[in-house]
């Protein structure tokens, strides 16, 4: 297949790249060409047939380096299937629960509404507190979010098997 797929993210720390990266590998496995590139790397979207954003969550907001590229590419995105993703909460449980129905930052909203997304999902982030400065450690601690890699691979993989799924789908009836 000569598809080419871009799975762009913003990662503060890597657990959002990690994320990205999987995606990526799940693609190819499904014989997809993915460029796998943080968002303000990529120059130029019109050679992809498809794109997954994701982007890390700090306080109900995306990385700006995601906003930016949603919001810059709006136009080109609304054109191709789009697959946004969101990585942050910790904890046990459902990522939805554990940030009480936040599910894409309200800010963006109008922008997902015009581009019109095939979906939108928010995984479980990891928070590595050795990788955290003095900022992020008092956040952390103020909102008592609990440290660890919560990041639930089999979602992950199963997601990323959907969007290989369609993409095969949309190819056939095309």
Do not use: C, H
Not at 7 to 18: C, D, H, I, L, P
Not at 123 to 131: N, P, R
């Amino acid at each position: 297949m000569n598809i080419k797929v871009l799975v762009a993210y913003a990662s503060k720390y890597g657990a959002t790249e990690e994320i990205a990266q999987k995606i990526g590998q799940v693609l190819k496995d499904a014989g997809f060409a993915s460029d796998v590139l943080p968002a303000d790397r990529v120059t130029d979207v019109g050679s992809y047939k498809a794109v997954v954003l994701g982007s890390a969550v700090y306080i109900g907001s995306w990385r700006k380096a995601a906003a930016r590229f949603l919001k810059a590419n709006e136009k080109a995105l609304a054109e191709r299937p789009l697959w946004l993703f969101s990585s942050g909460p910790t904890g046990k449980g459902d990522p939805v629960e554990l940030v009480k129905g936040w599910r894409f930052p309200q800010a963006l909203q109008p922008v997902a509404d015009r581009v019109k997304p095939v979906e939108i999902v928010l995984f479980q982030g990891a928070v590595d507190s050795k990788k955290l400065g003095f900022i992020g450690r008092w956040m952390i601690k103020n909102v008592k979010a609990p440290i660890g890699d919560f990041r639930d691979w089999n979602a992950i993989t199963v997601w990323a098997g959907t969007i290989a799924a369609k993409l095969k789908s949309v190819i056939r009836n095309s």
